[in-house]
């Protein structure tokens, strides 16, 4: 009987313990600045009821999202007429009831809705977890990846935009990734609409505009034609995403009371930051449905990546849960995307995988008990310390050593135990130096 080699579901994957160590680097980078900004962290289940996902992220969301199967026999509850139809939409709603989370935002909507009497307004909260996509797999896109997002709810002041723009500058500047930091307004998007006189195609609009680094303008040009508009309301809408001056935006949203009210935004913003970090698009559109006022996107420069941190302001979410309305804004950190980066760039510092400070080896097997003894002193005074159990060869253990990043190793012996003097071998110099236990805890505290 032959055995099958165990592979990981295509768009997920393993990380050695040296990559947990780095991808915890991200994650506390992170956390340090958004904490020193006073956010919190919660948590949330991995799943949630569909009705809480669907819904919320447009047609194209929907499709991504995946379903939990009813435990039990989930096809005893379908009746023959729909099991016979075969279509899977009736069919879903009698056999999954859960699905897994597709971001973290509208369960942070939940959230609040649920626990409002508890929480302190304005909310501002971190959440670091996994999401799942049913999306085709790519380099830097997977089916299960992290997010790590920042939101701020009841954020009605503007101040709110600026802080969240200073935390992009800000993480990114502590991970030395160069990135182009791009910011528009959703209220301009609506503003487009009505100056091609096409309001009610708003959401087309936005997600033909959404897939313009991924198709060109030429592809645009068809997605828009596909929605139904003419060539002069095409045209009209290439002229304005050619733009790249706010003030010449106001020109032309003069007479567009949401327009001025996005230009508005958008220059408070500027107004408040350093403008050098932070560039205006008005291509920049995001496509999901619930974004209302500021739009950010974030790429890393000279590499083939897509957009490696985002977000915007969602002022309607909570109350699509029956909650009292209540202004939102945050943005999230594509964790596995900026892991990608920082290795393709080596932007790791060398010291992040940190082992253990010293081994202890026993020369023999009757040494070993005197060598556990001097771990455990060790680790009483706060010395992170290993007893090495594997080969004995001298070579092993210095590769043992050198692959977990361990910075000292101590071979003990009868002669050591007897005189109570112990070498102790620095691992990447080769000095060795003998000495008590006691000035040895000294050196290593």
Request: charged letters at 25%; glycine letters at 6%.
């Amino acid at each position: 009987m032959s055995k099958v080699k165990p592979s990981l579901p295509k768009g997920t994957r393993d990380f050695l313990p040296n990559e947990v160590m780095q991808r915890k680097y991200i994650f506390n980078t992170i956390k340090n600045v958004l904490e020193h900004y006073g956010f919190v962290e919660i948590e949330t289940p991995a799943f949630e009821r569909l009705e809480t996902l669907t819904g919320k992220y447009g047609e194209e969301g929907d499709r991504l999202l995946f379903k939990i199967l009813n435990s039990g026999d989930f096809l005893s509850k379908v009746d023959d007429t729909t099991y016979q139809e075969k279509n899977s939409t009736k069919l879903l709603k009698d056999i999954a009831e859960k699905g897994l989370r597709y971001d973290l935002t509208v369960p942070l909507a939940r959230y609040v809705v649920q626990h409002q009497g508890d929480l302190t307004f304005p909310f501002k909260r971190y959440h670091v977890a996994p999401v799942w996509r049913a999306d085709r797999p790519q380099r830097g896109r997977y089916q299960e990846f992290y997010q790590f997002d920042a939101d701020i709810i009841s954020a009605d002041s503007l101040f709110n935009d600026v802080e969240l723009s200073e935390i992009l500058i800000e993480v990114f500047k502590r991970l030395q990734i160069p990135v182009s930091i791009k910011i528009n307004n959703r209220k301009l998007l609506e503003a487009l609409a009505i100056y091609a006189n096409a309001p009610e195609q708003l959401v087309g609009i936005t997600s033909a505009i959404d897939k313009l680094d991924k198709v060109g303008m030429e592809g645009v040009t068809n997605e828009l034609e596909k929605i139904g508009l003419n060539e002069n309301q095409i045209q009209q809408i290439k002229t304005v995403l050619a733009i790249t001056d706010i003030t010449a935006l106001e020109k032309v949203f003069a007479s567009i009371e949401i327009g001025r009210k996005g230009i508005e935004e958008i220059q408070f913003i500027f107004d408040n930051i350093d403008p050098s970090h932070v560039q205006f698009d008005i291509t920049l559109a995001r496509g999901l449905t619930y974004y209302t006022g500021t739009i950010w996107e974030v790429t890393a420069n000279n590499v083939q990546m897509g957009s490696i941190s985002g977000g915007g302001r969602y002022d309607n979410l909570t109350e699509m849960f029956g909650g009292q309305n209540m202004s939102g804004i945050g943005i999230s950190f594509g964790v596995e995307r900026i892991y990608d980066v920082m290795e393709e760039l080596q932007l790791f510092p060398s010291n992040i995988v940190q082992g253990v400070k010293v081994l202890l080896v026993p020369r023999e097997e009757n040494n070993t008990n005197h060598c556990y003894d001097l771990v455990k002193k060790f680790r009483s005074y706060n010395i992170s310390c290993e007893l090495f159990t594997g080969n004995i060869k001298k070579q092993k253990q210095f590769n043992y050593a050198t692959a977990k990043n361990i910075s000292f190793i101590m071979e003990i012996g009868s002669d050591e135990i007897e005189s109570s003097i112990y070498r102790i071998k620095n691992i990447s110099s080769r000095e060795e130096q003998k000495l008590s236990i006691d000035a040895i805890i000294e050196q290593l505290k």
